[in-house]
């Protein structure tokens, strides 16, 4: 197990834009699909997004897809959650996950069970 970190939060109003980093110091990415959750004040945490392990099989919620887009660099070793759009909604705390399951083209979102390695989190925050 290794712990991820995640980077890039903050305060935007209404509209802006955020890119969230998420990396895991002393280890690797490579070979972990990595996912994005969140959990705002008050609510179950909400899963957003799942990049399989080489980046070819992307999958979104609905109530982001079309706003948030997941990547990933094997170089920089880091994998990106850009979020676009952004609504006083999206306030929560935001988390990475690493997980090595399979995941393939046009699958539901596999769920916070198939993740095995969580970051602490961080804040994004959108006023109106």
Not at 23 to 48: M, S, V
């Amino acid at each position: 197990q290794f712990k991820l970190v995640e980077s890039g939060g903050g305060l935007v109003h209404t509209g802006g834009s955020l890119r969230l980093s998420c990396t895991a110091p002393g280890f690797t990415l490579d070979y972990q699909n990595i996912g994005w959750f969140r959990r705002a004040p008050g609510k179950e945490r909400e899963e957003l997004s799942c990049i399989s392990n080489i980046g070819n099989n992307i999958g979104y919620a609905d109530s982001v897809k079309g706003r948030f887009i997941t990547s990933r660099d094997p170089v920089a070793d880091t994998a990106y959650l850009q979020m676009n759009d952004l609504k006083p909604e999206d306030t929560a705390v935001y988390y990475c996950a690493a997980g090595k399951f399979t995941y393939g083209p046009n699958w539901p979102l596999p769920g916070w069970r198939e993740y095995h390695d969580w970051g602490q989190g961080i804040q994004v925050t959108v006023s109106s």
